[in-house]
C-alpha cells in the first residue's frame, strides 16, 4: 500500500508540476528565457521557487504528537498546514515572497517552502520531480513548444491540489517535436 502511495502521488503531482511549470513559463517569456539559457544549478533553482509558488499539494494534514514550546495544538490534535500561505511567509521568503527569486538565503531543502513536505513525511522523490520536470521542460521547449489553448484549473480533493486540464500545446518546429 505504501508503494501503490508513493508511486500514484509522485506520478500525479510531478504531472501537475510539470504542467505548471509550462505555464508559468509560457506566461512569463523573461521567465523562459532565463530558464532556457541557465545551467542546471540554476534551473532547478528556478524550478523550486516554482514550486513553491504554485504546489500541487496545498494542504498538508498532521497530527501533533507532542506538545512543543509555543505551540497552541493539544497532542493528537489534527492540523491542517495552508502550504501555499506558509510558503510564502515574509519573515523567510525575502525578498518579494510572491515572486520567483533564486538567490534566497536558504538551504537546499528550505528552498521549495513545504511543497514536499517535511521532515519524516518529506517526499522521497522530491529531486527526482525536479529533475524529471527539468530533462521535459527543457525538451519541449527544444522542440519548439507553443502554448494553443490555456488550461482550465481544477481542484483534485484526493491531493487537495490544483488540476490543470485541456492544456493544449503545439510544436514550432514539427521536425523535433518528439
Known amino acids: 500500500m505504501e508503494c501503490l502511495t508513493y508511486g500514484t502521488a509522485g506520478m500525479v503531482t510531478t504531472r501537475e508540476f510539470i504542467s505548471m511549470t509550462m505555464l508559468r513559463m509560457f506566461n512569463d517569456p523573461r521567465l523562459r528565457i532565463r530558464y532556457l539559457a541557465a545551467e542546471e544549478p540554476e534551473r532547478l533553482a ?32 489534527l492540523v491542517d498546514i495552508d502550504v501555499r500561505q506558509t510558503n510564502v511567509y515574509p519573515d523567510i521568503f525575502t525578498p518579494e515572497p510572491d515572486g520567483v527569486c533564486t538567490d534566497r538565503q536558504l538551504t537546499a531543502s528550505e528552498r521549495a517552502g513545504l511543497s514536499f513536505g517535511d521532515g519524516a513525511h518529506r517526499c522521497p522523490g522530491s529531486h527526482l520531480a525536479l529533475l524529471e520536470t527539468d530533462v521535459l521542460v527543457r525538451a519541449l521547449f527544444d522542440a ?23 492544456f493544449s500545446v503545439t510544436f514550432s518546429n514539427s521536425a523535433a517535436a518528439p
Do not use: K, M, W
Not at 46 to 71: K, M, S, T
Open 46 to 77: 528556478i524550478l523550486n521557487e516554482v514550486i513553491r509558488l504554485e504546489p500541487p499539494v496545498a494542504h498538508l494534514y498532521r497530527r501533533v504528537q507532542a506538545r512543543a514550546d509555543g505551540c497552541p495544538y493539544d497532542p493528537g490534535a
Open 144 to 166: 519548439g513548444a507553443v502554448l494553443e489553448r490555456s488550461p482550465d484549473h481544477e481542484f483534485d480533493t484526493l491531493v487537495q491540489g490544483y488540476q490543470l486540464r485541456g
